[in-house]
């Protein structure tokens, strides 16, 4: 090493290497790549780079095995977002990411700091944010921190979104026991782009000047990778400070600027700063171009004094990016910047040789081998365990279909999420053509005539119980919901959210649930294109439900695909897929029973397939009026919603056999369709191959099962009020 160090560097010790999260054999292949005791800065350095969720240690060697390629594929993993071809020189740039930590710690800047992170993916390649998505998992409605974590997060996200000026346009929210200690905040976003101007992260020439874009650096969010990358304990209010805070506007006026800056021609690779801040930005960019990187920190635009290089290297203060410049572009490049009233700092430059080199005033404070902070990241192959298989089916108590239909619309995790879409803003930028409360958001593509799709999936209850078919329903559900609004499917992002992978029965869920993601969107042609891993999702050992959330994007190639989920008075209605009354990991058996017993439904995709392209093919033909899939609380889950959406009755058909099993049970790959021509439309399934059932008829003003009926008017106050019971404490429904 060349140059003076601080004087002052304190000592390398077990403690300290400890709290950065590395293991002593961590540490000892530290001491083995530099042949030496590193300084505090390159400590922190590779506790940034070598932690969870920046190396995915525990998670690459699975990861590798998931289908991220096709035809529709221009950018799969391993860059800021993933990218597919829409067609007519356009592309979708889109991913999803974790702020579960931070949203604990500090809901509110926890969660509007993990939309920022997320759309900063996106338009760091050069597209323009057009929808936003969330998926929530909370504890038990009456836990006492509940309600502050829902409304806390609410309040983040709609805070950020709203002020940046994106639409959200979908999601998921959820409670369970599971989630009391470890809330999940999972964000969303997706860009459109020209496919000819998207923007990459790997840096190239050598003497290119490192520019540092954005707003300045602070103390905010120092180790906040690493904390990631831990269960918490009862130090969690320690770990307060390691929440960034976010400024929307500053955002805004960031993506302004790169987006003019990226007509200049002087970006050569641009890199948004996230996790691990100035470190993980800075190394990635020269790791994927084979370059050398070297930072002179003094140079960095900071808003507070004193900062260490250790603090400037890892602090993750929001709304800032790095870039490799064009020196020929320098002057008109900063004149953006200056024009957008953000800092524009050349803070460095990419050198030919394998070298972090950080200094600060003339002193060396960290030198590295580049590649090996990315490279030379320590890989594990994770003992792991099948998951044992779950408690027998149980004999359910009898209950009128109505009196369940009734409690289960009221209860927070059927009731409607009015209370949560409508604090954000869904119409900004006048695109939005489906609003949240349906199967998918669709957003039209600017001045054109087609349109995009946004869901968001998973079921945990089913991936406890039967990791593999828990993962491939997650993607079949994403699936179900993009056909049943008349998307074709294109692709995935995925966002694997699991307890502590050092527990083998943990990582056995993780492997199970990766591998029926994998077969699923290889066998529906949905690749994974991006993603996110959050592990260590564990308060006192005690872990959340296996939770890896599926988001899939769809393709209309006009607004006439558009299929709506209300009917109309008269329409028929048409089952579609197979009902053999399936019931254990049931919600009726979740929320009316407080019990989890029985396998998760067998996922066969070949029919997942056939039902969601029939589906299509038969909205273009005029059969399908209204649509709607069906997943938690099945049939009579999907008739009322739809009834609700449509304000028109709903009578079904008695049940032909059992008929808690035929009105709530969970079987996959089945759609309820609104239809004017019955008859036109079985005929058809016939012709493909899709089951098909004349089952019931849209008119009247009650939702009748069978001989039992609830008024649509009561049906309508338990569901629109389950959150807001939920958040002021009024009267339950009585049962």
């Not at 290297?313 to 957008?340: H, Y």
């Not at 209860?411 to 930028?429: E, I, K």
């Amino acid at each position: 090493m060349s140059g003076a160090l601080l004087d002052r560097e304190p000592e390398i010790t077990e403690d300290l290497v400890r709290a950065h999260g590395l293991k002593p054999d961590e540490y000892q292949r530290i001491l083995d790549l530099i042949g030496r005791v590193p300084t505090l800065t390159e400590l922190g350095i590779f506790s940034a780079m070598w932690n969870e969720h920046c190396s995915y240690k525990s998670s690459k060697k699975w990861l590798r095995t998931l289908p991220t390629e096709g035809p529709q594929v221009i950018q799969g993993p391993g860059e800021n977002a993933g990218v597919v071809d829409i067609g007519d020189g356009d592309a979708l740039v889109f991913k999803m990411e974790s702020h579960n930590h931070p949203s604990y710690i500090e809901p509110f800047q926890g969660a509007a700091t993990g939309v920022g992170g997320i759309l900063r993916d996106v338009f760091t390649m050069g597209a323009r944010p057009i929808a936003a998505m969330n998926a929530l998992s909370f504890g038990r409605p009456e836990h006492p921190k509940t309600r502050a974590l829902l409304s806390g997060v609410v309040a983040g996200i709609g805070g950020y979104g709203n002020a940046f000026g994106v639409p959200t346009v979908g999601g998921e929210l959820r409670f369970h026991r599971a989630y009391d200690g470890n809330c999940l905040v999972n964000a969303f976003a997706a860009g459109l782009a020209r496919t000819d101007a998207i923007f990459y992260s790997a840096a190239s020439g050598v003497g290119m000047p490192v520019v540092y874009l954005g707003a300045k650096t602070g103390r905010d969010g120092v180790g906040g990778a690493t904390m990631a990358s831990a269960e918490f304990d009862e130090t969690i209010e320690e770990k307060r400070p390691t929440v960034q805070v976010g400024d929307p506007f500053t955002e805004k006026r960031l993506m302004e600027a790169c987006m003019e800056l990226m007509t200049t021609g002087a970006v050569i690779s641009i890199q948004d700063m996230g996790a691990a801040g100035l470190t993980c930005s800075a190394v990635e960019m020269g790791d994927k171009g084979d370059l050398g990187i070297r930072l002179d920190l003094e140079k960095v635009p900071v808003r507070e004094t004193h900062m260490s290089a250790y603090e400037m290297m890892l602090s993750e203060s929001q709304e800032r990016m790095l870039m490799v410049l064009n020196p020929e572009k320098e002057a008109e490049a900063r004149a953006v910047f200056d024009k957008w009233d953000l800092d524009f700092a050349i803070v460095g430059e990419t050198i030919p040789e394998d070298r972090f080199l950080i200094m600060l005033n003339g002193e060396v404070k960290a030198d590295l081998p580049l590649k090996a902070l990315s490279g030379e990241a320590p890989e594990y192959d994770r003992p792991w365990v099948p998951s044992k298989p779950p408690a027998p089916l149980g004999e359910l108590p009898g209950i009128a279909p109505g009196m369940a239909l009734l409690r289960l619309m009221a209860s927070p995790n059927l009731g409607s999420r009015a209370w949560v879409w409508a604090q954000y803003d869904h119409m900004v930028g006048a695109d939005t053509v489906v609003r949240p409360g349906s199967d998918a958001g669709i957003v039209r593509v600017h001045g054109t005539g087609k349109a995009v799709a946004f869901t968001s999936d998973v079921t945990p209850r089913y991936c406890r119980a039967n990791p593999e078919r828990g993962g491939m329903q997650a993607v079949a559900e994403a699936f179900r919901n993009l056909s049943a609004s008349g998307a074709r499917p294109l692709a995935t992002t995925d966002n694997l959210n699991f307890g502590n992978p050092e527990k083998p029965e943990i990582m056995g869920q993780f492997v199970g649930c990766v591998k029926g993601i994998g077969a699923a969107v290889a066998a529906l042609d949905m690749p994974i294109v991006s993603g996110n891993v959050s592990l260590y999702n564990e308060t006192d050992g005690a872990a959340i439900l296996p939770t890896p959330t599926i988001g899939a994007v769809g393709l209309l190639a006009s607004l006439d695909e558009v299929i709506g989920v209300a009917p109309r008075e008269g329409d028929a209605l048409v089952l579609l897929g197979e009902t053999r009354g399936h019931l254990g990991q049931s919600i009726l058996l979740s929320e009316l029973y407080g019990r989890e017993e029985g396998d998760a439904p067998p996922v066969d995709l070949v029919a997942e397939r056939a039902a969601g392209e029939f589906v299509r093919a038969a909205h273009r033909k005029g059969l399908v009026a209204a649509a709607h899939d069906l997943a938690d609380g099945g049939l009579a889950i999907a008739a009322a919603e739809m009834a609700l959406a449509g304000d028109v009755g709903v009578k079904l058909v008695e049940a032909p056999g059992e008929p808690l099993g035929w009105f709530f049970g969970e079987d996959q790959a089945r759609y309820l369709i609104a239809t004017t021509d019955a008859e036109g439309l079985i005929a058809a399934a016939g012709e493909a191959g899709v089951p098909a059932v004349l089952i019931g008829r849209a008119g009247g003003s009650s939702i009748v099962l069978g001989t039992d009926a609830v008024p649509l008017a009561d049906l309508r106050a338990a569901f629109e009020g389950a959150l807001p019971r939920l958040m002021y404490k009024t009267p339950a429904v009585e049962s």
